[in-house]
Nanobody, 122 residues
């Protein structure tokens, strides 16, 4: 069973940047595809970005393309999400997820973190 712990969220002004981290323990991180999801108040959880186990295949939600970058360090069992040009609409709890059971953009992942809050003000 792999445990995931997110960090790096916070309060940022529109146009600013944040870098989220997701530390993995208790599992073979390097074997798993990993993803970031987010959930804004009153909204369903939505897919943000996905990276395959070897880091060579990446997918983004349309809203994340050009602003967010997903990456991973398998030697340090850590997943990252660099977020630039943040907007108030990016305000949400951001979750990392590991080992998809179906399509990478679905919520069908075996492992989830507790989430980290990102708040963007204008």
């Amino acid at each position: 069973q792999m445990q995931l712990t997110e960090s790096g969220g916070g309060l940022v002004q529109a146009g600013g940047s944040l870098r989220l981290s997701c530390a993995a323990s208790g599992g073979v991180f390097s074997n798993y595809g990993m993803a970031w999801f987010r959930q804004a108040p009153q909204n369903k959880r939505e897919f943000v970005a996905y990276i395959r186990s070897n880091g060579q295949t990446i997918f983004y939600a349309d809203d994340a393309k050009g602003r967010f970058t997903i990456s991973r360090n398998n030697a340090e069992n850590t997943l990252f999400l660099q977020m630039n040009n943040l907007q108030p609409t990016d305000t949400a709890i951001y979750y990392c997820a590991g080992r998809p059971r179906s399509a990478h953009y679905s919520e069908n992942y075996d492992f989830w973190g507790q989430g980290t809050q990102v708040t963007v003000y204008s």
